[in-house]
C-alpha cells in the first residue's frame, strides 16, 4: 500500500485536507483556520510565486474541474489573457444543483476560509482582482458563513488592497441563485449573475475572452478551487501522487440512497465503489441494484462486482459507459422501480430546462417527461421504447448547452441495464418491483 | 476571405462569416427559425444543424494530410448549429448526411409537438415559415393514421400528447395580436425589440416548456411594434389590421415606397378586391433594411373610407356628385373670371417629381407666383447637401438637433445602430447574411457617440450623452452657441440648454473623426439656424441628414415647386387655388373665389370650402418618382386600388388646365419623366432599390411664413389622416397639450384637464399634459404631419364643467 | 410609499457588489429581498425595482419567473418547500408531500386559512444524504424529515417558534466528519 499512485483511504500515505475540518468546532472562523495553517498558500504564491508559475503548478498538479466536466484547471486558466488592461473576474461555482452532490455545501458552511484562499489563489493567477461567489440562493447557512468569514477577512488584511504586501488587490463579493439548475452551467450562472434571465449564452466567445460584464472570466467549482489551495501548499507531486492516469488528487465522493452512512468522503481519485460503500459509507441498509455513479446526469451502473471493482475516476468509469460527473454516488435498491427513479431524474430535468433551445425544451421537457410519465403510469404502448430510444437521438448532442444531453444520458444507462424494467412497464401496466414505504 | 466547401462546392467568403450563410451563399439550403437579418445569431432553435469538419495544423505548422495527400478533415463530433458556427480556412460542411437529415427532421417534429395545426385559420398561413420548412424538412418517413370512417390522415409528430394549450387571443396593443400557442420560442420579438429600437418591452416570462412571450408593458409602445410581425416565423404575433382579411396567396402584393415621412421605406402593399389591407416591410438594405415605422405600417386604414369615384361640385351650398362634363364646364365658367397669374397651384407633400414637374411648369405656362408644396419648410433642404444613412454608419459622432423617432423613424433606428458601432453587413449571394456573428444581444450603446437637442425630451434622449431641451424659436441660439464653442469664443445664451451641454456636445464634436449633424424640422422651419449647421458642416467636415416634414421635400423642391414670392401652400393670397393630395388651413382660403381640391376623401375642410372635388389617388396607387431625405431616387409602383376614375396629380392639374384652355406641360407620369430627364437628367429607369440622385440645388429660403405664436406644434410620426381611422385614434389615445406646469399655472390648467385647442388646422381636443423638462411660455401639442416645428398662434377653450 | 425608500442604505451595500454600470445585476437581490419580507412579489414591487435597476418591468418579470424562489402569488408565513428530486425521493419525499398535503388541506398554490402554511415542490436541495429535505422560508434546511420530525416542525412553527427553537426527535447524520469515518 506504499507504492504506485494513492488509490485507496486506506494508503496511510493519504491525508484528508479538503475536508480536515470539515464538522469540527469553529472551524468556520478565521482564527481557527489560521491557526491549521491558513492561507499560508495564498501568502506563499502571492509573496514568492508569479501567476504563471501559479498557473504552472496547477498545469502540473493534473488538476481537473470538480465540477462535472472535468476540464483540466491549468489549461483553463492559461486561457485567459495577459496584460489586457481589463478587469479579469473569478468565479466559483457554488450552484452546487446536481441531484447526489452535496460536497460543497460543507466546506461553504463549515470551511469558507477555505474557498475565500482557493479565489485568492486563482484570482492572483488569472489576474483577476474581483471575484464573485455564485452560490445557490437555498444554502442559506453557507451564505450567512460566507458573508462573516469575508468579512473577517477583510478585517484582517486578507481580502482587500495588497494583500501580504504583494501589491495584489482582490475584493470578494457573493451572490445568491434563486432555484434554477441551468445556473450551474457557467454561461448561464454569468447571465444571472449579471441580473438576465439564466439561459446559457453563446461560445464562442469563450468567458475567458469574454464573460461576466462582457470582461475576461474563470469560472470554477468549489472544490476546484479548495484544490488549489493544497496544491500550492503541498506542492504539485503531492497532488499527482494520488489517483491513476488523468484522474489525480483527491475527491469528495457523496453517498446517498439506502448506504448505512450516507455523506461526503474525502478519498483519492481512483478509490473503488466497493471501498466507498462498504468501508466509509458502512454497507447498504437493503439490497441495491443499481449505482448512479456521478450525480443524477450520469448513466446508471449495474451494482454488480465488475461495477463495485472499478474505480471511480475519469477514465474507468467512461470505459464502463458512465461518467466521474461529481462524484455524487446514488444507491438505487432492489425494491425501487428503476421506471419510477429515472422518470423522476427526467421530471427534474424538464423542470429545469431553461426553454431556450428546442430539443429541450420540447424534446427533454416536453416530450420525454410525458412520454416517461405516461411509461410510468402504466400507460406505454409496445413501440414506446424504441420510440424513445430515436427520441434520444433526436436530442443527444443537439441542444444549444449540456443540459439536455444530462437528461438523455441516465435515461440511456435505465435502458442499457434494465430494459426489462421498462418493458414491464409497458406490458403489465404496472412496476416489475413494488417496494413498500420508504417515509420513516 | 476565407475558402470552404460546402458539399460540393468550393465558395469563397469574408472572415467571420456564418457557416449558415456560407450554405446560403453557395446555393444551397438549410432550415432555419431562430436566425433572422439584422438580428443576432443565437443558436436557439437547433434547425440549421449541419455536419463540420475542419483540417488541422500538425505540429510542424503544416496541414495534416490523409492518405491522398489532401488536409485531413477531422469533422466535429456533434452536429454544429450553422447560424452560431463561424466559417474557417479548409473547413468542410454536409448540409446532405443522412445524420443531418435526420436531425432536421427531428427538430421539425419537436417544434410541431406543441404548436397547433390551425394553419386554416392562421393568417400565416401560406406564408409561414414553419409550415415550408416542415414541408421541406419534416419527418421524410411519413407516418399515418387511421380515423375512424377508414381514411388515413398523415401524422406530423410519432406521438399525440394534447399540445400546450396557452392564451390564443392575447392583445399586445391595438395593432397587435399574440398567439401563444402558436409560438415557437425563436425569439425573434424579443431580440428586435432590445436590439433594434432599444427597448425592452417582451421577454420570455417562465421556463422550459412553459416559457411564454409576456410584456408588463401594456399596450407595447407604438413607434416601431409592428415589425415583430413581419419577423414572427409564424402565426404568432399577427397585424390586427389585417386579421381575418385574406389568405395570403390572395393578396395583391405591390412592391413600393412609403411617403408618410421622408426616408421612404421599401414596403409592400398587400390589397384584395381593390382595397389595401396590409403594409409589410420591404428589405432595402442600405435605406430601412427590413423595418417600418408603426404609422408607415398600421396607418393605412383611411385609404378605405369614403373615397370619390365621380367629381363633387357645389349646387346650392352643397357638394353633389357630378360627371366629369359636368365638372370641366364649372371650371371653365368659373376660371374665366381669374387672372391666370392670380391662380394657385398646390401639391401634397407626398406628391411625386412628376407631378411636382407638372404643377411648377405649370404654374411658369400661367405667369402665377402662387405655387408650393404642403410642409415646404423656410429654409429648403435642398441646400443642405444630402448624406446616406450609410454615411451615418460610418460616423464616429453624432449631432442630433430634432426628434428622429418621429421625424424619421427608420433613421431612429440606424441611430440605434450608430450607437452601437455596427457597419453594414458584406453581401452574399442571397444578399443580407442571415446570421450575422458581428451581432450579439444586448450590443452596449455608446452614448458618447451622440448629443442630442430638441424642444422636448425625445425618446433619444436615453441614449446621448449629452442632451438638451431648447425653448421653441431658440435653435438658431443653439447653433450659434455650437459655433462659438467650437471656435472658441464666448457663447451666446441658449434659452433651455446650459453652456456645459453645448460645451460638451462641441468638444465630442471635435474630437471626432468622421461626424455627421441631423436637423429636423425645427431647424428647417429657421433659416438661420439651417445656415448655421450647414456652416458648421462645411467648416468643420460633417454630413448633414436633414429631416424635412414633407416626405417629397427634395423631390419637388428639385422638380421646381419650391415658392419663392408667392403664396406658398397654406398661405393666402391667390384667387383660385388647387390643392391636390392634401388641403390646407383654412385661413389660406381666404381671399380666393374658386377652390378646387383633388383628394382620394372629403376632409372637414373640402366639405365646408371646396366649389369642386376631383376624385384622385392616393401615394400607394401612384406611379411617379420621389426623392428621400438621403437623395435617393426611388420609383413608386401602383397598388391596384384607385376607384377607376380617380385621378393622379398630372391628371388632375390637365383637367383645369385643360378648362382654362391653356398648354398642358404633361399629360402623363411617363411625359413629365421625359421633362424630367431632359432637364435634370433624372433617369427614365431606375434599378429595383433606387439610386443616389444628388444634383446640386440652391433656393432662397423664404423669410416669410412664421407666425410665431406659443403654441409649437411637435413632430409626430402619425399624419392627421390616419387619425381618421378608429383603431389609430384608440392607439394614440387622447392628445395631450404638454406645457410646464408654471406656465399651466399662470393660464389656470391643470393636469389632466380636458379641454378643446383651436389651431390653424381646425378645433379639437385636448388633454393637458405638465411637462416640467420643457420651456415655460409655450405649449406644445403633436402636430400629426401639419406645422410640424412651428410655432402658431391658438386658442385654448376650457369646456363648462372644467376639469375632467 | 415604496418597499425600497426605507432602505436606501441597504441598497447603497447591494449596488456596491456589482460595477456601477451594471445596475441590473441587482434585480435577483433586490427580488429575494421583496420575496423574503412579503412572501411574494407583486406587480407594484416588479415596477418599483426596474425602476432602481434602470430596466423596464417586463425584464425584471423575466427574470423573476425564472426561477422558482419568487412567488407571483402570496406565501404564507411559512412557505415550505419540500425536495422532491431521486435522493429524497429514495428517503420517502413522495410520501411526505402528501402527508403534508393532507395535513394542511393546501395544494400548491394556496395559503392555509389561518395564513400559516403553503407549499411548493421544489428539487434537489443538495442535502441527499439527510433526506427528505423541507426547507422553511429562506432558512437553514431541515433535514431528515420523518413522521415524528416533520409534526414536531409544524407543531413548533404553529407554536410561534424560531426554527432554531425547535427541537426535533431522532438522529439525523452529517456523516461528513473524519472521525465518524
Known amino acids: 500500500m506504499s507504492e504506485g499512485p494513492i488509490v485507496s483511504g486506506r494508503d496511510p500515505r493519504f491525508e484528508r485536507t479538503l475536508y480536515a475540518h470539515v464538522g469540527k468546532p469553529d472551524a468556520h472562523t478565521l482564527d481557527y483556520y489560521l491557526s491549521h495553517g491558513g492561507y499560508e498558500a495564498a501568502k506563499k504564491a502571492l509573496t514568492q510565486m508569479t501567476p504563471d508559475e501559479v498557473i504552472e503548478e496547477v498545469k502540473r498538479s493534473g488538476l481537473r474541474g470538480r465540477g462535472g466536466a472535468g476540464f483540466p484547471t491549468g489549461l483553463k486558466w492559461s486561457f485567459m489573457p495577459k496584460d489586457d488592461g481589463q478587469q479579469h473576474y473569478i468565479i466559483m461555482n457554488a450552484d452546487e444543483s446536481e441531484p447526489g452532490s452535496f460536497k460543497d455545501r460543507y466546506i461553504l458552511e463549515d470551511d469558507p476560509h477555505q474557498a475565500i484562499e482557493g479565489m485568492i489563489l486563482a484570482g492572483y493567477a488569472i489576474r483577476a482582482t474581483k471575484g464573485y461567489i455564485y452560490i445557490r440562493g437555498e444554502y442559506r447557512k453557507g451564505y450567512d458563513r460566507l458573508v462573516a468569514a469575508i468579512e473577517e477577512a477583510y478585517a484582517r488584511g486578507f481580502l482587500g488592497k495588497n494583500l501580504f504586501g504583494s501589491g495584489f488587490d482582490f475584493d470578494l463579493y457573493v451572490h445568491r441563485g434563486a432555484g434554477a439548475y441551468i445556473c450551474g452551467e457557467e454561461t448561464a450562472l454569468m447571465n444571472s449573475l449579471e441580473g438576465f434571465r439564466g439561459n446559457p449564452r453563446l461560445k464562442p466567445p469563450f468567458p475567458a475572452q469574454k464573460g461576466l460584464f462582457g470582461k475576461p472570466t474563470t469560472i470554477n467549482n468549489v472544490e476546484t478551487l479548495a484544490s488549489v489551495v493544497h496544491i500550492v501548499a503541498r506542492g504539485a507531486d503531492w497532488f499527482a501522487s494520488m489517483g491513476y492516469d488523468k484522474s489525480k488528487g483527491m475527491k469528495l465522493y457523496q453517498v446517498s440512497g439506502p448506504a448505512k452512512r450516507p455523506g461526503v468522503y474525502e478519498l483519492p481519485m481512483g478509490t473503488t465503489f466497493r471501498e466507498l460503500i462498504f468501508d466509509w459509507a458502512g454497507g447498504v441498509k437493503e439490497p441495491i441494484k443499481a449505482i448512479i455513479p456521478g450525480g443524477s446526469s450520469t448513466p446508471m451502473l449495474p451494482f454488480t462486482d465488475e461495477i463495485l471493482d472499478t474505480p471511480m475516476d475519469y477514465e474507468h468509469l467512461a470505459e464502463k459507459g458512465s461518467m466521474l460527473g461529481t462524484g455524487g454516488v446514488i444507491l438505487i435498491p432492489e425494491s425501487v422501480c428503476v421506471v419510477d427513479a429515472i422518470w423522476n431524474l427526467v421530471r427534474f430535468y424538464g423542470h429545469e430546462s431553461c426553454g431556450k433551445c428546442t430539443p429541450c425544451r420540447e424534446g427533454v421537457a416536453g416530450w420525454l417527461v410525458k412520454l416517461l410519465g405516461q411509461l410510468e403510469r402504466g400507460q406505454g404502448k409496445p413501440g414506446d421504447l424504441e420510440l424513445i430510444e430515436d427520441l434520444l437521438d433526436n436530442i443527444e448532442g443537439k441542444a444549444f448547452c449540456p443540459l439536455a444531453d444530462a437528461a438523455v444520458w441516465p435515461v440511456r444507462g435505465a435502458l442499457r441495464h434494465f430494459r426489462h424494467e421498462f418493458e414491464h412497464h409497458i406490458e403489465e401496466g404496472t412496476c416489475a418491483v413494488h417496494g413498500g414505504s420508504r417515509w420513516g | ?804 | 410609499m415604496g418597499f425600497f425608500d426605507d432602505k436606501q442604505d441597504w441598497l447603497e451595500i447591494v449596488f456596491r457588489n456589482y460595477p456601477p454600470e451594471n445596475r441590473r445585476a441587482a434585480v435577483m437581490p433586490l427580488l429575494r429581498k421583496v420575496q423574503q419580507e412579503e412572501g411574494y412579489v407583486s406587480e407594484e414591487r416588479i415596477r418599483e425595482i426596474a425602476e432602481l435597476i434602470g430596466t423596464t418591468p417586463t425584464q425584471v418579470r423575466g427574470v423573476m419567473s425564472f426561477y422558482s424562489y419568487y412567488q407571483a402569488v402570496p406565501t404564507g408565513k411559512y412557505h415550505l418547500q419540500v425536495c422532491a428530486t431521486l435522493s429524497c425521493k429514495l428517503a420517502g419525499a413522495e410520501e411526505l408531500w402528501d402527508a403534508l398535503r393532507a395535513e394542511l388541506g393546501i395544494g400548491p398554490g394556496e395559503v392555509t386559512p389561518d395564513g400559516l402554511f403553503s407549499i411548493q415542490k421544489v428539487e434537489c436541495l443538495g442535502a441527499c444524504h439527510v433526506g427528505p429535505v423541507v426547507q422553511v422560508n429562506d432558512e437553514p434546511y431541515v433535514e431528515c424529515v420523518t413522521k415524528e420530525r416533520l409534526k414536531a416542525l409544524l407543531e413548533g412553527l404553529r407554536a410561534g417558534k424560531r426554527l432554531e427553537e425547535i427541537e426535533l426527535p431522532g438522529p439525523c447524520g452529517h456523516h461528513v466528519r473524519e472521525e465518524e469515518a
Open chain 2, 1 to 804: 476571405m476565407v475558402r470552404l466547401r460546402i458539399n460540393d462546392r468550393e465558395i469563397e467568403v469574408p472572415e467571420g462569416t456564418s457557416v449558415l450563410d456560407a450554405v446560403f451563399h453557395a446555393g444551397y439550403d438549410v432550415p432555419y427559425f431562430c436566425s433572422e437579418r439584422y438580428l443576432s445569431p443565437v443558436g436557439a432553435c437547433r434547425m440549421c444543424l449541419v455536419k463540420v469538419g475542419t483540417p488541422r495544423k500538425g505540429p510542424d505548422g503544416e496541414w495534416i494530410k490523409d492518405e491522398d495527400g489532401r488536409p485531413k478533415i477531422f469533422w466535429f463530433p456533434k452536429l454544429m448549429a450553422a447560424c452560431t458556427t463561424r466559417v474557417s480556412e479548409g473547413m468542410v460542411v454536409d448540409t446532405l448526411a443522412d445524420e443531418v437529415k435526420k436531425a432536421q427532421a427531428g427538430m421539425v417534429e419537436f417544434t410541431l409537438e406543441n404548436h397547433p395545426l390551425d394553419c386554416p385559420v392562421c393568417d400565416k398561413g401560406g406564408a409561414c415559415e414553419l409550415q415550408d420548412r416542415a414541408y421541406e424538412y419534416g419527418l421524410f418517413e411519413k407516418y399515418y393514421t387511421e380515423t375512424q370512417n377508414g381514411l388515413k390522415s398523415v401524422l406530423y409528430t410519432r406521438y399525440a400528447f394534447t399540445r400546450r394549450h396557452a392564451d390564443k387571443h392575447h392583445k399586445l396593443s391595438e395593432f397587435i395580436v399574440l398567439d401563444r400557442e402558436r409560438c415557437i420560442h425563436c425569439k425573434r420579438c424579443v431580440r428586435y425589440f432590445e436590439e433594434i429600437p432599444g427597448e425592452e418591452v417582451l421577454d420570455f416570462i417562465e421556463r422550459g416548456v412553459h416559457t411564454f412571450i409576456g410584456s408588463e408593458e401594456w399596450p407595447l409602445p407604438t413607434g416601431f411594434s409592428g415589425n415583430i410581425t413581419d419577423i414572427c416565423p409564424v402565426g404568432a404575433l399577427l397585424d390586427l389590421t389585417a386579421r381575418f382579411r385574406a389568405r395570403n396567396w390572395e393578396f395583391e402584393r405591390t412592391p413600393t415606397f412609403d411617403l408618410t415621412d421622408a426616408a421612404m421605406s421599401a414596403i409592400w402593399v398587400d390589397s384584395r378586391s381593390g382595397k389595401i389591407e396590409r403594409i409589410r416591410a420591404r428589405e432595402h438594405p442600405e435605406l430601412n433594411e427590413i423595418w417600418i415605422s408603426d404609422a408607415a405600417r398600421f396607418g393605412h386604414g383611411w385609404t378605405k373610407e369614403g373615397r370619390l369615384s365621380r367629381p363633387l361640385l357645389r349646387k346650392d351650398g352643397k357638394l353633389v356628385e357630378a360627371s366629369f362634363e359636368e365638372a370641366a364646364a364649372f371650371l371653365a365658367e368659373r376660371l374665366a373670371a381669374v387672372k391666370p397669374e392670380a391662380v394657385g397651384l398646390y401639391l401634397a407633400a407626398d406628391g411625386t417629381m412628376e407631378e411636382g414637374y407638372a404643377f411648377a411648369e405649370a404654374a411658369r405656362v400661367l405667369g402665377t407666383p402662387h405655387y408650393g408644396f404642403e410642409n415646404a419648410t423656410r429654409f429648403p433642404v435642398s441646400t443642405l447637401p444630402a448624406a446616406s444613412f450609410i454615411d451615418l454608419l460610418a460616423s464616429e459622432f453624432a449631432l442630433v438637433v430634432g426628434d428622429p423617432a418621429e421625424e424619421m423613424p427608420v433613421l431612429y433606428l440606424r441611430l440605434q445602430e450608430f450607437l452601437k458601432g455596427i457597419t453594414p453587413a458584406p453581401r452574399y449571394f442571397h444578399g443580407t447574411p442571415i446570421a450575422d456573428l458581428r451581432l450579439e444581444e444586448y450590443m452596449p450603446r455608446r452614448p458618447e457617440r451622440l448629443a442630442t437637442f430638441a424642444a422636448y425630451p425625445t425618446r433619444l434622449f436615453a441614449f446621448a450623452g449629452v442632451s438638451g431641451v431648447y425653448a421653441p424659436g431658440s435653435v438658431a441660439a443653439l447653433f450659434q452657441a455650437l459655433l462659438a464653442a467650437m471656435n472658441g469664443k464666448r457663447l451666446p445664451e441658449v434659452p433651455g440648454v446650459p453652456e456645459e451641454a453645448v460645451r460638451e456636445a462641441a468638444g465630442r464634436f471635435l474630437e471626432a473623426e468622421a461626424r455627421t449633424i441631423v436637423v429636423g424640422a425645427d431647424v428647417l422651419e429657421d433659416p438661420e439656424a439651417a445656415e448655421l449647421a450647414g456652416e458648421i458642416a462645411r467648416a468643420k467636415g460633417a454630413h448633414v441628414i436633414a429631416m424635412p416634414p414633407a416626405a417629397n421635400a427634395r423631390g419637388l423642391e428639385l422638380a421646381g415647386l419650391y415658392p419663392e414670392k408667392g403664396a406658398g401652400f397654406g398661405e393666402a393670397g391667390a384667387k383660385a387655388v388647387v390643392y391636390a393630395g392634401a388641403t390646407p388651413p383654412a385661413e389660406a382660403l381666404k381671399g380666393a373665389s374658386l377652390k378646387v381640391f383633388a383628394l382620394p376623401q372629403l376632409d372637414a375642410l373640402a366639405q365646408a370650402e371646396a366649389d369642386l372635388v376631383l376624385p384622385t389617388k392616393t401615394y400607394y396607387e401612384k406611379r411617379g418618382l420621389v426623392l428621400n431625405a438621403e437623395g435617393r431616387l426611388l420609383e413608386l409602383r401602383p397598388a391596384p386600388t384607385a376607384p377607376p376614375e380617380a385621378m393622379d396629380g398630372i391628371e388632375a392639374l390637365a383637367f383645369v388646365l385643360e378648362a382654362l384652355g391653356r398648354r398642358v406641360p404633361a399629360r402623363s407620369v411617363l411625359e413629365a419623366r421625359t421633362r424630367l430627364h431632359e432637364r435634370l437628367k433624372v433617369p427614365l429607369e431606375l434599378p429595383e432599390e433606387g439610386t443616389l440622385f444628388r444634383p446640386r440645388v440652391r433656393l432662397p429660403a423664404r423669410r416669410s411664413g412664421e407666425a410665431g405664436g406659443t403654441l409649437y406644434l411637435r413632430p409626430t410620426m402619425w399624419r392627421a389622416r390616419m387619425l381618421r381611422d378608429e383603431r389609430v385614434r384608440r392607439a394614440l389615445g387622447e392628445t395631450p397639450l404638454f406645457v410646464h406646469p408654471e406656465t399651466a399655472r399662470a393660464e389656470g390648467l391643470s393636469e389632466g384637464m380636458r379641454v378643446e385647442v383651436v389651431t390653424p388646422y381646425g378645433q379639437a381636443p385636448a388633454v393637458v399634459a405638465l411637462d416640467g423638462r420643457i420651456a415655460p411660455g409655450f405649449f406644445q401639442l403633436p402636430g400629426y404631419g401639419r406645422g410640424t416645428g412651428r410655432r402658431v398662434g391658438f386658442r385654448i377653450l376650457v369646456p363648462s364643467g372644467g376639469a375632467a
